[in-house]
């Protein structure tokens, strides 16, 4: 055989040997990357979750608000002739303290009529919430830290996954933030498409905010508000400690109907 020939077969076997180990490689890290990572929704029904909803028992799914069709958890308002009030929660029946929680969702179709106009495409991820049974009936919102959902109204600048706080305040910048809703710096989205929303909480630590894989808003000391009255009933059922370490998850309701799919969990070391 000639020998350049060779060299060339035997350079090119060893690119192909290095090329397999760097494709190797990277399956591997998207593997790992993956690993661990908890589906909360089954894709076929609500079990594991529990709705709660402003004027109704616990547990009562009010004009079927929340229901799954088509593999998607969905937020629907087509059994009412008007909102009145009936914001809602779908709460996962367990507690979690340092996670990092991902959704996909959308918003999809015309606002309910009476709904408020802040609610105009408007849900949330409710992060360290009240236990659900310890809600009063007539509540609008669990005590928690709201990852704010929000969709694009065509025009404009609108930002989503921002910070909402009912019933509680948070530290920014060394700074005690009490106003209720802080915007993070993300961009618009408008129309229907899927946006990938997500968490990142350890404890009353650090919690991040990102949308579709970039950082755009972090805060630390996640903290009832004594100012409010259902968080500092919480204060006082805590012994007086404000800091807010744990809590579960719901997804919101708020008028305008919206779409729920691949709701994971991936628990964190402390």
């Known amino acids: ?31 790992e990357k993956e690993e661990g990572w908890i589906s909360l929704f089954n894709g076929k029904d609500m079990d594991g979750w529990v709705p709660k909803i402003t004027g109704c028992d616990l547990n009562d799914n009010y004009k079927n608000t ?16 008007k909102f009145s009030g009936n914001f809602g929660h779908l709460f996962y029946m367990k507690k979690f303290s340092h996670y990092r ?53 065509g025009t404009g600048t609108r930002t989503t996954n921002n910070l909402c706080t009912p ?11 009490t106003q209720h809703c802080t915007n993070s710096q993300s961009k618009t989205y408008h129309g229907d498409q899927w946006v990938t929303a997500e968490v990142e909480v350890h404890g009353d630590g650090i919690v991040k905010h990102f949308v579709n894989g970039e950082l755009v ?22 012994n007086g400690e404000k800091k807010l370490a744990e809590g579960y998850i719901s997804l919101q309701a708020e008028s305008h109907p919206c779409e729920f799919r691949n709701v994971e969990i991936l628990p964190l070391k402390e």
């Not at 060893?14 to 397999?20: G, K, P, Q, R």
């Not at 019933?167 to 933030?177: A, R, S, Y």
């Open 217 to 238: 808003m972090e805060y630390e000391q996640p903290q009832y508000d004594e100012r409010d009255a259902d968080g500092l009933k919480l204060i006082n059922e805590n």
């Open 167 to 177: 019933g509680t305040n948070v530290v920014m910048d060394g700074k005690l933030i």
């Open 101 to 153: 929680l991902r959704v996909e969702y959308r918003f999809v179709g015309e606002q309910t009529p009476g709904g408020p106009s802040w609610a105009f495409r408007n849900s949330g991820m409710m992060l360290h919430c009240q236990a659900p049974e310890s809600m009063r009936k007539d509540q609008e919102f669990p005590v928690s830290i709201e990852a704010q959902l929000l969709g694009g109204g």
């Open 66 to 81: 929340f229901r799954v069709e088509d593999g998607v958890l969905k937020v629907c308002y087509d059994q009412y002739e």
């Open 1 to 31: 055989m000639n020998r350049n020939r060779f060299v060339t077969m035997k350079a090119w076997r060893s690119a192909l040997f290095v090329f397999c180990l760097v494709f190797m490689g990277i399956l591997t890290c998207a593997n």
